[in-house]
């Protein structure tokens, strides 16, 4: 199963804080570009977040500052920490991978999750 599985998304208050987990079985992840990316209701998919081999990180500009990513490679993980939530961070949150994608290409990644529904009220 290459797939990635995410979790932890919900329900928070603007300000607020939630963590989304990635897991993704791959048998070189330490090989694999690591990317977040989020689409909201009547909205394309966009950028949000990844980080490379290297752990090297990259954010899009409107997270820049709020979100953390990180990867573990010994138990294949890609974590999100999404700190002072903003309403406009609502959205379903996808995580993907691939071993040569431009980091903030979509279409360039070859696995992505089901994705994780994060609702951020005011």
């Known amino acids: 199963q290459v797939q990635p599985v995410e979790s932890g998304g919900g329900l928070v208050q603007a300000g607020g804080s939630l963590t989304l987990s990635c897991a993704a079985s791959l048998r070189t992840f330490s090989d694999y570009i690591m990317g977040w990316f989020r689409q909201a209701p009547g909205k394309e998919r966009e950028f949000v977040a990844a980080?490379?081999?290297?752990?090297?990180?990259y954010y899009a500009d409107s997270v820049k500052g709020r979100f953390t990513i990180s990867r573990d490679n010994a138990k294949k993980m890609v974590t999100l920490q999404m700190n002072s939530l903003k309403p406009e961070d609502t959205a379903v949150y996808y995580c993907?991978?691939?071993?040569?994608?431009?980091?903030?290409?979509?279409?360039?990644?070859?696995?992505w999750g089901q994705g994780t529904q994060v609702t951020v009220s005011s």
């Open positions: 993907a991978a691939d071993r040569y994608a431009g980091y903030a290409i979509a279409s360039q990644y070859d696995y």
């Open positions: 980080i490379n081999w290297s752990s090297k990180t």
